[in-house]
């Protein structure tokens, strides 16, 4: 999310004329009392006769529950589902009252008392007042918990991503992807606006360190974050929804700008900036965040090719996209927000749209827009659709209140080791003369110095407890200095001094922590000098003076210019944001645990250079993948040797398992996975010697081949390859498709809900669905979908914003017909072509 300043402090800034519309005049008026409005501890549940509306029958399929409940909604309900307010600005009797379906907070914005319990209370009454709507729809509550619950005091707060990309741990993301819904889940939220999953290629860029890295197979690789939050399914415990962001190519604009412009081709662009949105569908991520940025000049929230040809489309993305903090603001360049600007962004593909403060002026524009006929009905039931779905699928409508059981895993001693993991393997170890490192515990003094020494909020970055977070202990923790001395105990003396005075030759090493203060977006942008600043190189200078050797560990969201001053520094470490557990960083220093990170950008030799990227041509001070090892030679270089050729069993029409013979790890770091190719493509990456391939075509040629990777990023060769042919399959039952027809009948009529799954390997550019019907039945209406009859034969098409349909995806749609005293099932029903199987 972007822009997020408490809300008092955004209704101060806001514009005193934005457009002069008086409609906004007077909307604005109220949204700015609702801002005193006291939150109400309790309101009346649904209707009692609610409790037999197929909607609420939790042993219906999802698809039929959304149906029933859509044919019940109204204009306002729908285009409340839609909205998004921030919670300073909205009280829990005014979400009853518009019938708002989600509630967020922005950086900084929570309760008075900043605990998991005031959290969840404040949740449970937004969501007492949205169980008093007539038709009793839950909402669901967002929040920026990007690394680790980091909106509520007390969490454990996890590396940012970047260091998290030096790990290159899949595993590991995944995870503390779990730790991070648990403690979500512990303060009573059921939405996070995470993870990001930009490719940063300028250092520039302010929001550097909320990328994996540079290149879009670390990214790609650290979707597993996505199994992490949400689950193996949305209705487990402790699941909450993850977002994709922000899509798409925000890490590449001109400049390293946030909210910039990116130059690209479309050839480029899908390259370097999709894979990772490509992988988190195929993961099941259930929302994605459009970018601020723009396309060659194009605002992305305006973009219906990127967002509905493209994801919705191509990807066959089946979640809802989230519109980021206020901004359709930005689709015209001027301030405020007008009813064209709604149309636009919501034509474009936003099913939710993020209005934190004018929220009521977004209402009144869309319902306007929809009865003008601007926006077809269509569209709003097409992202009512997706937004319920995944509300379905949380379990919000059985289980809609706080689940406080997890309140004990905030900062729990689990967790924080979890973390303190993490910031031990996202060390990256860059100098090391006459082997320095690691540190022996005991023995004379040490001398340690520097602003971020002990400086949990400088270790913590932005997005803790605030937007742009702050210097100082703002966070329980271990700081840097605190797990040094820990670290040595009485085995030796540690001297701290902040600015390095007092430092003399009888110090056996001086360790300089110093690096960037915290800072978030836009913010943290640096147009100019990348170096340390004048208070770091003072410090340094004095510690250099003494003669005694120089360790300097840098706390930094971004590779910083410091090839002036490497030479006079004996080791350098990049310990990147570590977050709340500073011991991890002394677990390497002091060689508990031998530093296995990599670089996941490319270190620049200076300022001038950026952007510079790996394969670029320009020659980087360290380059992309750097990382020493206490021997002073690169950290575990050694792939693992190549696995045996797979072998398959269990070949079917459209699936078959293969199993290969385990490889060795002779490097160090241990293995950790595998790699399955398609076809020379990438499909999959489990951690054992077998894996489960669905999604074939019958009577179709493969060749399948593995390769080993270990925990330092290292692949070997790919196996010998396996050619495999599925079996032929019986077209009558199908094999590139599969279809689930349900019917809610009444006296004279019924509604019709399918659901079609594309199981092929391919995706469809253009989908048509036939059936025929034999006893009359008449189609009359139909949502998400295009349905057309003529006689007795019924073609469905996919809408003209969303016309194919990805391999492996399911799109589904509904209708109502008239019918008359019987309503026999279809015999079949056929896929351009095909014969789809049925269930």
């Known amino acids: ?77 729908k285009i409340g589902q839609m909205t998004q307010a921030e919670r300073g600005v909205i009280s829990p009797a005014q979400l009853t009252q518009y019938r708002v379906g989600s509630v967020l907070s922005g950086g900084g914005s929570g309760p008075a008392q900043n605990t998991p319990a005031a959290w969840a209370d404040m949740v449970d009454n937004y969501q007492r007042g949205a169980l008093a709507t007539p038709l009793g729809i839950p909402m669901i509550y967002g929040i920026d918990a990007v690394h680790g619950n980091n909106n509520v005091a007390g969490s454990t707060i996890f590396p940012h991503n970047i260091g998290l990309g030096a790990t290159r741990d899949p595993a590991l993301a995944q995870r503390i992807g779990r730790a991070t819904a648990e403690e979500v889940t512990g303060a009573g939220q059921d939405w996070t606006f995470a993870p990001c999953l930009c490719v940063a290629r300028n250092d520039r860029w302010g929001r550097t360190y909320e990328s994996f890295g540079e290149q879009p197979e670390i990214a790609t690789a650290m979707t597993t974050v996505v199994d992490g939050l949400q689950g193996t399914a949305l209705n487990g415990p402790a699941s909450v929804l993850a977002t994709a962001k922000h899509y798409l190519g925000d890490g590449g604009t001109t400049g390293g700008t946030d909210q910039g412009n990116t130059q690209l081709s479309e050839a480029e662009l899908r390259a370097v900036h999709l894979p990772p949105f490509t992988a988190a569908v195929r993961r099941g991520v259930g929302s994605v965040m459009i970018s601020f940025s723009s396309w060659n000049g194009a605002k992305l929230h305006g973009s219906k090719y990127l967002i509905t040809d493209l994801l919705k489309g191509e990807l066959g993305f089946t979640g809802f996209t989230v519109s980021d903090w206020a901004a359709i603001d930005q689709l015209d360049g001027q301030p405020g927000f007008t009813q064209a600007e709604v149309v636009t962004a919501v034509n474009a593909g936003l099913d939710m749209l993020m209005v934190p403060v004018d929220w009521q002026l977004f209402l009144g524009y869309l319902r306007a827009a929809v009865q003008a006929g601007q926006i077809p009905m269509a569209r709003i039931d097409d992202a009512n659709r997706r937004i319920l779905t995944k509300k379905f699928e949380l379990g919000l409508f059985e289980h809609p209140y706080a689940d406080r059981t997890y309140a004990s895993t905030i900062g729990s001693a689990a967790h924080r080791a979890l973390a303190r993991e993490a910031v031990r393997k996202s060390q990256v170890l860059l100098k090391n003369a006459g082997g320095v490192l690691p540190l022996a515990k005991s023995g004379g003094k040490l001398f340690v110095a520097g602003k971020s020494a002990d400086d949990l909020g400088n270790q913590s970055g932005g997005w803790t407890l605030t937007w742009q977070g702050a210097s ?161 030679t690169p950290a575990d270089t050694t792939a693992p040797s190549v696995p045996g050729a797979p072998v398959a069993a269990a070949v079917t029409a459209t699936g078959l398992t293969l199993s290969w013979s385990a490889a060795t790890d002779t490097g160090g770091s241990g293995l950790a996975g595998y790699d399955v190719y398609r076809d020379g493509t990438l499909i999959g990456s489990p951690t054992a010697a077998s894996y489960a391939v669905t999604g074939l075509s019958p009577a179709t040629r493969y060749e399948f081949s593995v390769a080993a990777r270990d925990a330092a990023g290292n692949r070997s060769a790919r196996s010998a390859a396996l050619a495999v042919t599925t079996a032929a399959g019986d077209t009558s039952t199908g094999g590139s498709c599969r279809v689930s027809y349900s019917t809610n009948d009444w006296s004279t009529g019924f509604t019709g809900t399918v659901a079609l799954t594309n199981t092929g390997t391919a995706a469809v550019p253009t989908w048509s669905l036939q059936w025929s019907y034999t006893a009359g039945q008449q189609v009359t209406q139909a949502w998400s979908a295009r349905v057309t009859q003529a006689g007795a034969a019924v073609t469905a098409t996919g809408e003209t914003w969303s016309p194919g349909l990805a391999a492996g995806a399911t799109v589904t749609f509904g209708f109502n017909a008239s019918r008359g005293s019987t309503n026999p099932r279809p015999a079949a029903f056929v896929l351009n072509g095909v014969t789809c199987a049925t269930a």
């Open 472 to 632: 100082g202990n703002t966070v329980p923790g271990t700081s840097i200095l605190q797990g040094i001395r820990t670290a040595v105990g009485s085995n030796a003396t540690v001297t701290y001094q902040r600015d390095g005075t007092g430092i003399d030759s009888s110090y056996r090493a001086a360790i300089a922590v110093v690096g960037e203060t915290p800072y978030a977006e836009g913010e943290g942008d640096r147009p100019g000098s990348m170096s340390l600043d004048a208070t770091d190189l003072a410090t340094l200078s004095r510690l250099r003076a003494s003669g005694v050797p120089v360790i300097v560990v840098l706390v930094s969201g971004r590779p910083l210019d410091v090839a002036a001053e490497l030479p006079n520094w004996n080791a350098l470490v990049a310990a990147w944001l570590p977050g709340s557990e500073g011991a991890g960083v002394a677990d390497v220093l002091f060689g508990d645990y031998a530093p296995t990170g990599k670089l996941p950008v490319t270190w620049m030799q200076s300022a001038g250079q950026q952007p510079i990227n790996d394969g670029d041509g320009k020659t980087p001070l360290f380059p992309y993948g750097f990382g020493l090892t206490y021997a002073g």
């Open 1 to 77: 999310m972007a822009g997020t300043t408490p809300p008092a402090m955004a209704l101060a800034h806001l514009p005193t004329t934005r457009k002069q519309d008086p409609m906004r005049t007077a909307l604005r008026a109220a949204v700015c009392a609702a801002a005193t409005v006291t939150v109400l501890a309790a309101f009346g549940p649904p209707p009692a006769s609610a409790a037999a509306l197929p909607y609420q029958d939790p042993a219906l399929p999802v698809a039929q529950r959304v149906t029933d409940l859509l044919a019940r909604m109204t204009l306002d309900d």
